[in-house]
């Protein structure tokens, strides 16, 4: 991406919604790394570019002189992208990758909108596996990348951007465990749980966090499906041990909450975007990668 493209961003959403907060909703990550981007470039320019209020923020003087700048910036910007892309030809081709359902539904699929917006030709092969599955497809050759969870290493495959995901309590927006900012796995055991089955690896983390458990909690539904888990829980029927990765869509949507585990020694899913050491990209996968790659770490 060009430089400064999340700042751009995170500035811009900040500056559009008054507020760190919605910012960061529509961006989908943290307020706190909204601000702690925005701060980092104050920092290096030695002026406020917003005044921080408590009903929200304001652009300082400052703030709308960057704010005009970058407009224009951006603008330019993709009018020298579209030249440039006719020079390069990323008219038309196809992109194949292999994914996880839990990086599917979100991540994938809004980085896929956004690629196609810039390259309406290019089309699409989506697989969607099991982590293990992944890894193999995008060492055979199958697929030009892969989305996975703590893929083994092996000479053969490269990883190129990863992001840890922790397990916590997926709640129905309801739940009485809503209103904590983060709970125990005890708190959890008055109500049945759904998790996932063990065809899946996110059940290898959950076990290993069961075997910690003081009492055995109640398993109402396991499931290799993490869309049948989500509305399990959504309509109800249990608390769900899922990654916020999981359930992202239905998070932003107020459809589902997340609450964090305080619990010490919680493993962590490692999401990892990977290709195969000896995999040469077309001109169109490398610049649908590049999306994935500048949205990672901050998703």
């Given at each position: 991406?060009w430089?400064?493209?999340?700042?751009?961003?995170?500035?811009?959403?900040?500056?559009?919604?008054?507020?760190?907060?919605?910012?960061?909703?529509?961006?989908?990550?943290?307020?706190?790394?909204?601000?702690?981007?925005?701060?980092?470039?104050?920092?290096e320019?030695?002026?406020?570019?917003?005044?921080?209020?408590?009903?929200g923020?304001?652009l300082?003087?400052?703030?709308?002189?960057?704010?005009h700048a970058?407009?224009?910036?951006?603008?330019?910007?993709?009018?020298?992208?579209?030249?440039?892309?006719?020079?390069?030809?990323?008219?038309?081709?196809?992109?194949?990758?292999?994914?996880?359902?839990?990086?599917?539904?979100?991540?994938v699929?809004?980085?896929?909108?956004?690629?196609?917006?810039?390259?309406?030709g290019?089309?699409?092969?989506?697989?969607?596996?099991?982590?293990?599955?992944?890894?193999?497809?995008?060492?055979?050759?199958?697929?030009?990348?892969?989305?996975?969870?703590?893929?083994?290493?092996?000479?053969?495959?490269?990883?190129?951007?990863?992001?840890?995901?922790?397990?916590?309590?997926?709640?129905?927006?309801?739940?009485?465990?809503?209103?904590?900012?983060?709970?125990?796995?005890?708190?959890?055991?008055?109500?049945?749980?759904?998790?996932?089955?063990?065809?899946?690896?996110?059940?290898?983390?959950?076990?290993?966090?069961?075997?910690?458990?003081?009492?055995?909690?109640?398993v109402?539904?396991?499931?290799?499906?993490?869309?049948?888990?989500?509305?399990?829980?959504?309509?109800?029927?249990?608390?769900?041990?899922?990654?916020?990765?999981?359930?992202?869509?239905?998070?932003?949507?107020?459809?589902?909450?997340?609450?964090?585990?305080?619990?010490?020694?919680?493993?962590?899913?490692?999401?990892?975007?990977?290709?195969?050491?000896?995999?040469?990209?077309?001109?169109?996968?490398?610049a649908?990668?590049?999306?994935?790659?500048d949205?990672?770490?901050?998703?």
């Amino acid at each position: 991406m060009w430089a400064f493209s999340r700042f751009v961003r995170y500035f811009d959403a900040a500056a559009r919604h008054g507020s760190m907060r919605k910012a960061g909703e529509v961006l989908h990550i943290s307020s706190s790394s909204v601000d702690r981007q925005i701060l980092h470039i104050e920092e290096e320019i030695g002026v406020p570019l917003f005044e921080r209020q408590s009903q929200g923020l304001r652009l300082t003087a400052a703030g709308e002189q960057v704010l005009h700048a970058l407009r224009k910036w951006q603008n330019e910007m993709q009018s020298l992208q579209s030249r440039i892309e006719d020079l390069k030809g990323i008219r038309r081709g196809t992109v194949a990758l292999a994914t996880i359902e839990g990086a599917a539904s979100e991540f994938v699929a809004s980085a896929i909108l956004e690629f196609h917006q810039r390259y309406p030709g290019v089309t699409f092969e989506v697989q969607v596996y099991g982590a293990q599955q992944v890894t193999e497809t995008v060492l055979r050759g199958d697929v030009d990348f892969g989305l996975t969870i703590n893929p083994r290493l092996s000479p053969g495959l490269r990883i190129l951007e990863r992001r840890d995901f922790r397990i916590g309590a997926v709640l129905a927006p309801d739940h009485p465990l809503v209103a904590q900012s983060s709970i125990r796995l005890s708190d959890c055991m008055p109500y049945k749980l759904v998790i996932a089955d063990t065809s899946l690896d996110l059940r290898v983390i959950v076990n290993q966090i069961l075997a910690r458990a003081s009492a055995q909690p109640e398993v109402i539904a396991s499931s290799n499906s993490i869309l049948l888990m989500k509305e399990l829980v959504r309509r109800g029927l249990g608390v769900g041990l899922l990654t916020k990765m999981d359930a992202g869509k239905e998070i932003s949507a107020g459809e589902l909450v997340y609450v964090p585990l305080a619990d010490r020694h919680i493993p962590s899913s490692v999401l990892s975007l990977c290709m195969s050491a000896e995999r040469q990209l077309s001109l169109p996968a490398a610049a649908l990668l590049e999306i994935l790659q500048d949205r990672l770490p901050s998703w």
